[in-house]
């Protein structure tokens, strides 16, 4: 997506960064993928530009190095991997948003307490984030068990199985990738 957006602006990097951000999800070289320059000019064709090298490294084509120079926004997903992806990029500074926190991964009704309770700007400002330590657990609470409510009546309307709310239920999804033994 960035080399075809790199190439409907005529080669406008900064036109790119202004609309593009970078969420990286390793600090594991396995898994910050590369690849061999004669296969990507093979596979993408024009959308290569002629200074590729500089914005996805001298020896591979590395989509790290590529979000990394076209994006104006670079996440890691905790505050420790941040500190894992500062020693492997120690000119690029990175953000943090915490996996399970962004506001399109949580409920809409805790969302709506962390707005009341911190202002909107959590939903960009990650930091403020650490404000949510004041929020009333019962207000939480509430908040948690009215979206579980909700997930319970869809669940059954898609299903037709009924589960008892005031059972813990955990449900779990893990996408498979090498680096998670998976």
């Known amino acids: 997506l960035l080399l075809e957006l790199l190439f ?3 080669g406008n990097v900064e036109k790119v ?10 600090a594991m070289h396995e898994e910050m993928h590369s690849f061999d320059y004669s296969a990507v ?8 530009p002629s200074n590729i090298e500089k914005l996805a490294g001298a020896q591979n084509f590395s989509t790290y190095l590529l979000g990394i120079n076209l994006c104006r926004y670079r996440n890691a997903v905790s505050i420790k991997h941040r ?3 500062n020693r492997i990029f120690p000119k690029t500074e990175f953000g943090v948003i915490t996996n399970g926190v962004h506001p399109d991964w949580m409920g809409e009704r805790i969302a709506a307490e962390l707005d009341k309770a911190l202002g909107r700007g959590w939903r960009l400002d990650y930091e403020a984030f650490r ?3 004041g929020i009333r657990a019962s ?13 319970i009546s869809q669940l ?8 008892d ?18």
């Open 131 to 133: 404000g949510a330590s």
């Open 83 to 85: 500190g894992l992806l």
């Open 156 to 163: 059954k309307e898609i299903t037709g199985v009924e589960l």
């Open 17 to 26: 960064r202004q609309q593009s951000i970078f969420s990286a999800h390793t």
């Open 165 to 182: 709310p005031e059972v813990f239920t955990v449900a779990f999804a893990r996408r498979a990738a090498v680096y998670k033994r998976a």
């Open 139 to 151: 207000d939480l609470w509430k908040a948690h068990m009215q979206g579980k409510a909700e997930a």
């Open 41 to 48: 000019l093979e596979a993408l064709g024009e959308l290569v």
């Open 8 to 10: 409907q602006a005529n």
